[in-house]
């Protein structure tokens, strides 16, 4: 099938680096895309990656390997209102559906 | 403001009682989409639309209709909702229909069935 796997918690200390990672089983997607989501609110487009490689757009760096079926989000400096739920999404380019990973969700410790 | 505007926000309503929820952009994006949320299940897309007239079902579309007369606006439609419908619903819309998957997301509307 088509999915897109996280963990579902992952736990980390203000100012620390943490990375969430995105297994995928699918094939034929433009690219991984990130999102985060804050408790009672929609989700917020972070970072897109349509080649393989590193993209960083300031604290936040999300990485893409097509070969090892494999995606990440890296935090850096990690900040209280981190906290939060990140998701990864592909499209399909074969009709342009669009799958969420079921999301991980971010404790930041003082 | 560059936004996606949905309504209602809150809904609560009773088994068979069709209901829309509108959702309308105002980025002129051609990809518009709905999804709904659910505990530990991520989003899930219902439908989503590359253009005026141009439909297609995502991952779970049972029970659901929408429409794409016009650009930026892309309803949801229920035509008998049951519980197993409760669900916090978002609408987005990107840009392109194809290509990079950056989307923007409205606020969300919170149905329940009861």
């Known amino acids: 099938g088509q999915s897109l796997e996280q963990p579902s918690e992952v736990t980390a200390v203000e100012g620390a680096i943490v990375q969430i990672n995105c297994t995928y089983q699918t094939s034929g997607f433009y690219g991984l895309s990130w999102y985060q989501q804050h408790d009672g609110g929609a989700p917020t487009f972070l970072s897109y990656?349509?080649?393989?490689g590193l993209e960083e757009t300031g604290r936040f760096s999300s990485f893409l390997s097509r070969s090892d079926s494999y995606g990440y989000l890296l935090l850096q400096e990690l900040q209280m209102k981190d906290s939060a739920s990140y998701f990864c999404a592909v499209r399909h380019t074969g009709g342009f559906k669009t799958i969420f990973g079921a999301g991980t969700r971010l404790f930041v410790k003082a | 403001e560059a936004q996606v505007t949905q309504n209602p926000r809150y809904l609560i309503t009773v088994t068979g009682k069709k209901l829309t929820v509108t959702c309308s952009q105002n980025?002129?994006?051609?990809?518009m989409s709905w999804y709904r949320q659910d505990p530990g299940l991520g989003l899930r897309q219902i439908y989503y639309s590359m253009n005026v007239e141009v439909t297609d079902k995502g991952d779970v579309p049972e029970g659901y209709k929408v429409s794409r007369k016009e650009k930026r606006n892309f309803p949801l439609i229920l035509e008998s909702p049951s519980p197993n419908q409760t669900s916090l619903y978002f609408c987005a819309s990107s840009p392109g229909s194809s290509g990079a998957n950056v989307l923007t997301f409205g606020a969300g509307s919170r149905l329940t069935v009861l």
């Open positions: 990656n349509g080649l393989d």
């Open positions: 980025m002129n994006h051609e990809y």
